[in-house]
């Protein structure tokens, strides 16, 4: 579905006091696609508050089928960029999977994704839970807590099987990380094997995110790791319980990224600049004042142009609230952030957790030196530019400078022990030391060779 920016909706722009700068554009009219989560608020926002068109860009915003399909309009140039998992332009350009240099000036959101249980699970896993003072469950929620029911299945010769949105999605990650974090296996990539079953005690495997509450009630999956508003939807149809947010999972987690390909970067310098700017500025008024917009926000989100959710379910999460069983709903303030934390600057950091998941799992089938993962965070994300719209924003009056990291080497400080679920810390600068600090996955030289890890 297309919405498309006409001379019109300069009312929107033109009722601001303050306008940007615009630069030479070597292109002006662009298309982007995106997929119905929530996270795609930014671009929502800089087409609706008329930032695209204070910096002289007609654009139109496309709602794609899947990940897939995204990613191939971007590589084809049917799509100028593209709201896009933050592992798809590395997965891309270290050729796994389709082969292109993607690269990406700004990181869209921390945190937004659930883990969602049946019904039927959860009355199996809440006994393994223990309680507070309110009798209600703790938070976070082990994934220790569903390994009985996994070996129930398992004793009964069935698969336990569990959806996520994409190979190279977040999703899989983290719903990885959850279940290797309580002791299950999620299974290996590799030896030509790209369904990612290898040895898992839990079988996952690529439903669309929209598809997914529907999916988990015809009884295809028990359980699913997607964005919002599709674990909230779970909980309003009555059909699911979510048991944890990524944002317990690891505190402030990196998410979406705005991908575009090297050669657009190259071939249009000023208008990837100008398309940066009103995307910080977008993400700017969605943490403002302590997320005031938020309600607006809302509204925009649920017309059916952008994600079509209910506004109810879509504020369930976007307005600093979590709904876990049905009735447990529970302030949680950051599980959407746009802005705050420096959440739009694309860190080397962010990106080697998604190669070092990638080599976890087998996606990367051998090991690679610490310095095979700096080059290819290096190829993909682009501080400079980011911090160069910025600057920008900043001379404009549009943005304060204090809000920026300037003097960032796109490293962030380490992750600390007490922000991830498993109590183990990150350190960007460091992958092989994090990997062989992870008891469940390959490490070293490590290699799935015949269906068995070899090495």
Same mark, same amino acid.
């Given at each position: ?56 860009? &007609? ?46 000036? &700004? ?155 090297? =050669? ?42 952008? /994600? ?38 694309? &860190? ?17 089938? *051998? ?26 924003? /900043? ?5 304060? =400078? ?36 992870? *008891? ?12 068995? /890890?070899?090495?």
């Amino acid at each position: 579905m297309k919405q498309i920016l006409l001379g019109l909706a300069a009312s929107t722009a033109l009722a601001s006091p303050t306008f940007a700068q615009t630069l030479d554009l070597e292109k002006f009219e662009l298309t982007f696609g995106f997929i119905k989560l929530t996270d795609m608020a930014p671009l929502a926002v800089a087409y609706e508050q008329g930032y695209f068109l204070d910096e002289g860009l &007609f654009v139109t915003l496309e709602a794609q089928a899947n990940w897939k399909v995204l990613l191939d309009g971007v590589i084809s140039g049917t799509l100028d960029g593209a709201h896009m998992l933050a592992g798809q332009p590395l997965a891309a350009t270290i050729g796994y999977g389709t082969e292109a240099h993607i690269v990406t000036p &700004f990181s869209m959101d921390l945190n937004g994704n659930g883990i969602t249980v049946s019904n039927e699970v959860w009355l199996e896993m809440k006994p393994n839970i223990p309680t507070n003072a309110e009798g209600l469950p703790e938070h976070p929620i082990s994934a220790a807590s569903l390994a009985p029911v996994v070996e129930r299945y398992q004793s009964e010769g069935k698969a336990f099987n569990m959806g996520m949105v994409f190979p190279v999605s977040t999703h899989n990650y983290e719903l990885r990380y959850w279940l290797a974090a309580g002791g299950l296996h999620p299974g290996f990539y590799g030896d030509g094997d790209a369904t990612g079953q290898i040895g898992a005690d839990v079988l996952l495997s690529v439903t669309p995110p929209p598809q997914m509450p529907a999916t988990l009630e015809a009884g295809t999956i028990s359980g699913y790791c997607v964005g919002e508003p599709w674990n909230q939807q779970a909980v309003f149809k009555g059909i699911g319980v979510p048991v944890i947010t990524d944002y317990e999972l690891w505190k402030n987690n990196p998410e979406k990224v705005f991908g575009i390909t090297a =050669e657009f970067a190259q071939e249009y310098p000023n208008t990837t600049l100008a398309v940066t700017k009103a995307l910080i500025r977008a993400a700017m008024w969605l943490d403002e004042n302590e997320n005031a917009n938020r309600d607006e926000a809302v509204e925009i989100l649920s017309r059916p142009e952008y /994600v079509g959710a209910d506004y109810e379910v879509i504020a369930n999460s976007m307005t600093g609230t979590f709904e876990y069983e049905k009735g447990d709903v529970r302030p949680v303030p950051d599980f959407n952030v746009f802005f705050r934390y420096n959440a739009t600057y694309p &860190f080397y950091s962010d990106a080697i957790w998604y190669l070092t998941q990638m080599r976890r799992w087998g996606q990367i089938p *051998e090991a690679k030196p610490d310095s095979w993962y700096d080059e290819v965070a290096k190829s993909v994300y682009k501080p400079e530019i980011y911090l160069e719209a910025a600057r920008l924003l /900043v001379e404009e009056g549009l943005a304060d =400078e204090a809000d920026f990291p300037w003097d960032s080497d796109g490293y962030k400080a380490p992750t600390p022990a007490g922000d991830i679920i498993d109590g183990i810390p990150y350190d960007g600068r460091a992958p092989n030391a994090y990997l062989d600090s992870l *008891e469940i996955g390959l490490k070293g030289e490590q290699k799935i060779i015949g269906g068995e /890890v070899q090495g």
